[in-house]
């Protein structure tokens, strides 16, 4: 068996909204705290593809709240 762990750290400086923003999703093994500008990512798992996959769906959440906070179209309601 296979004991993973991953720390992820994001420079922001919206720590604290970016840290809420992806903590909505988060199971008993990922943990997500702001501290001093960085948002700082615990990933723990038992099997390396649990943990590749849920490395990629952070980074993906961690894109869209870049796209939003950001101001980015594309990913804001069209106020048609």
Not at 5 to 27: F, G, K
Request: glycine share 4%.
């Amino acid at each position: 068996m296979v004991k993973c762990r991953a720390y992820m750290v994001i420079e922001t400086d919206n720590a604290e909204l970016t840290s809420r923003a992806i903590s909505v999703d988060n199971l008993e093994n990922i943990k997500t705290v702001p501290e001093k500008g960085r948002v700082i990512t615990t990933v723990s798992s038992d099997s390396l593809g649990s943990m590749l996959t849920t490395l990629d769906d952070l980074l993906v959440n961690l894109k869209v709240v870049d796209d939003v906070l950001c101001g980015r179209e594309d990913v804001l309601p069209s106020e048609d």
